[in-house]
């Protein structure tokens, strides 16, 4: 250790001369991140503007950009818009779309077990039922196996 004392005029200027700096440096970086442009998501249902699973869309929306702060924009188009109500799995992997609001049973042309995934609980589940299997029982792994395995998409 060393003997040397440091006065409290010395650390004073010095603690503010740090603090100063850290503050400039903050400031001056703050500028380019706060001028990044918003990034847009061009995202398509399968739905029609007038229907209520659009209007569920608009809400999903309008969380994801408020939770993001603005960093993040939608354009929210109605099916057909880019592709067909049945195509926004395709557009996705073809990089044509960004995002979907889809289910997947409407994949079922592509691969019957699709409608594992898209339709209700059945045989007397519940959507508990459903989620608590999809979680806790395979259900994401069998989901994954299907899109990115067997149907061979990159979404």
């Known amino acids: 250790m060393s003997d ?15 603090t100063a700096g850290a503050a400039a440096a903050t400031t001056l970086s703050a500028p380019a991140v706060l001028a990044q442009a918003p990034v847009t998501i061009k995202m ?4 029609p503007a007038s229907d209520i699973w659009m209007d569920f869309a608009r809400l999903y929306i ?10 993040l924009k939608f354009e929210l188009l109605p099916a057909g818009a880019v592709v067909g109500a049945f195509q926004v799995l395709d557009g996705v992997n073809d990089g044509v779309i960004d995002a979907a609001h889809t289910v997947p049973v409407y994949w079922y042309g592509k691969h019957k077990a699709a409608s594992l995934f ?5 045989f007397g589940g519940s959507a508990t039922t459903m989620l608590a299997w999809f ?21």
């Open 62 to 71: 309008e969380r994801v950009e408020k939770m993001s702060g603005g960093r």
């Open 44 to 47: 398509q249902t399968s739905w």
């Open 4 to 18: 040397k004392k440091i006065s409290r005029r010395g650390f004073l200027e010095k603690s503010t001369a740090i």
């Open 118 to 122: 898209g339709t209700g609980p059945v």
């Open 135 to 155: 979680h806790q029982g395979g259900g994401k792994d069998l989901y994954r196996e299907l899109t990115q395995e067997i149907m061979g998409l990159n979404v």
